[in-house]
């Protein structure tokens, strides 16, 4: 499910870092609407969930050696902004074939895994996830 708020940040009073932040926050709470419990990492926009507990509570802790190591991107961030204003958005894998990625490093990371929320035991549909994404979406990007 693609999601591409268009969004005026001047208008909104707010700056790219937290309009990011508010997407990821978006999604994470879809997750959590499920049980899933979705992460930040450091530097690399998106959400993930611990692929060998996605519905476990344990925060993500301290540095590590490969900040990808047991997780797997369930949402993936594109974002522009010209004069202020949003292009592009966030991508949640609902239900999907999730092949085309074993070609390639998903948004440049070797080794990182792709995940849909069917893979991760959640029985949702699309309608479903759409409409508490854009209700989510909806709350966090209103002025």
Not at 71 to 79: E, F, P, Q, S, T
Not at 86 to 97: I, K, P, Q, S, W
């Amino acid at each position: 499910m693609v999601a591409y708020p268009l969004i005026d940040l001047q208008r909104l009073h707010i700056f790219v870092k937290e309009y990011v932040y508010r997407l990821e926050n978006s999604v994470i709470k879809v997750l959590e609407s499920f049980g899933v419990t979705g992460h930040r990492v450091t530097g690399a926009p998106g959400i993930y969930v611990r692929l060998e507990d996605p519905f476990g509570h344990a925060a993500l802790t301290g540095p590590r050696r490969d900040p990808f190591e047991g997780l797997g991107k369930v949402a993936a961030l594109g974002i522009k902004v010209s004069r202020h204003c949003t292009y592009h958005g966030v991508a949640l894998n609902v239900a999907m074939d999730l092949s085309p990625y074993d070609g390639i490093n998903p948004c440049g990371y070797a080794g990182l895994a792709t995940v849909d929320l069917a893979r991760l035991g959640v029985s949702t549909d699309w309608d479903t996830v759409a409409a508490r994404l854009g209700d989510k979406l909806a709350s966090h990007l209103s002025p």
